[in-house]
């Protein structure tokens, strides 16, 4: 695991978070259209699962404390968290 890969990861997992409720989920529920939310719903899945694996492999590499590391996961759980997040831990 490197810090850049987990960068890149921790974009797209924000981007695809904030495509699920502005894209999919009006789609979904004011036009009836399913197929976007499944598919940004399963790319959000599969970021999220490589974001927090990848969080937690890189907690000692990166000496994060365990305080660090739960801020860092959950950033993935709030809007604009990882944006936030790649800023304040990960640019050197």
């Not at 409720?21 to 899945?45: A, E, Q, R, W």
């Not at 699962?49 to 709030?78: D, E, G, H, P, R």
């Amino acid at each position: 695991m490197n810090l850049s890969n987990f960068r890149i990861i921790s974009i797209l997992e924000g981007i695809s978070f904030l495509l699920i409720f502005t894209v999919s989920m009006p789609l979904k529920y004011m036009m009836d259209y399913h197929t976007p939310n499944k598919i940004i719903g399963m790319s959000h899945g599969i970021l999220f699962v490589l974001y927090i694996f990848m969080a937690y492999s890189l907690q000692k590499q990166q000496n994060w404390t365990n305080k660090q590391l739960l801020i860092i996961m959950a950033c993935s759980v709030i809007p604009f968290g990882t944006f936030w997040m790649d800023k304040k831990y990960l640019k050197a």
